[in-house]
């Protein structure tokens, strides 16, 4: 399968711990995309790469939220000392040069549960 | 911050009906998309709207850029059950800009 793919597809933690999530985008996509997702509601952006770049970050990713694309290709996604209100499913998107903006296409999500 | 109200939240249909839901803005934007999520996936692109006024067609889907630049609304025809799922629009308002989602509308297909 080559479509965007995350790691874990589930994690329940305690609070005040530290997760991180994985995206791996389809391979000639320089662009990557974090949303997140409440029970209910559309996604919400979080943060955008252009290859290593990170060229944007929503209000909503606080201090204890860092994304990275260290060469461009996968992502990483850390959230520390967690809250329950961090709770809540984390996409992926990727998209190429080529597309026009907005055509983003997503990966199955990491749920987040956090006692 | 730029929002997007889509409606009805949710709806409930015979298979075989049509069906209709819109999402408007008190924005302008200059792309408008529809994401169809069934349960535990991610979003999929159904269509994508880049000029005003457009009416693109996929399949038995029909969404159309309203002329104000502030709504667009997605018609499915005779509605199956594989139809089910939340369908998201969603729309950038500047060039280069992020992807804003609406809160989407539930569809329940009865067979």
């Known amino acids: 399968d080559t479509g965007v793919s995350q790691d874990p597809r589930h994690k329940i933690t305690k609070r005040g711990q530290n997760v991180t999530f994985r995206c791996d985008p389809i391979s000639e996509h320089n662009r990557l995309y974090w949303y997140r997702q409440t029970l209910g509601q559309g996604p919400e952006f979080l943060t955008y790469?252009?290859?290593?770049?990170?060229?944007?970050k929503s209000r909503l990713l606080s201090d204890r939220f860092s994304a990275e694309r260290p060469k461009g290709s996968f992502s990483t996604l850390e959230i520390q000392r967690t809250e329950q209100g961090d709770s809540a499913m984390y996409l992926c998107?990727?998209?190429?040069?080529?597309?026009?903006?907005?055509?983003?296409?997503f990966g199955e999500g990491s749920r987040l549960t956090v006692l | 911050g730029q929002q997007l109200n889509q409606s009805p939240q949710s709806m409930f249909i015979q298979e075989g009906e049509d069906v209709s839901m819109n999402c408007t803005s008190s924005s302008i934007f200059n792309t408008w998309l529809w994401y169809k999520q069934d349960p535990g996936e991610g979003p999929v692109l159904l269509i994508a709207?880049?000029?005003?006024?457009e009416l693109t067609s996929n399949g038995r889907l029909t969404a159309q850029f309203g002329i104000t630049r502030k709504d667009s609304f997605l018609n499915i025809s005779a509605s199956i059950p594989s139809d089910v799922g939340i369908y998201f629009c969603?729309?950038?308002?500047?060039?280069?800009?992020?992807?804003?989602f609406g809160q989407g509308t539930e569809l329940s297909v009865k067979p």
């Open positions: 998107a990727s998209s190429s040069p080529g597309q026009n903006t907005g055509e983003l296409f």
């Open positions: 790469f252009q290859n290593e770049a990170q060229l944007e």
């Open positions: 969603a729309g950038i308002y500047n060039q280069g800009g992020k992807l804003i």
């Open positions: 709207l880049y000029k005003a006024g």
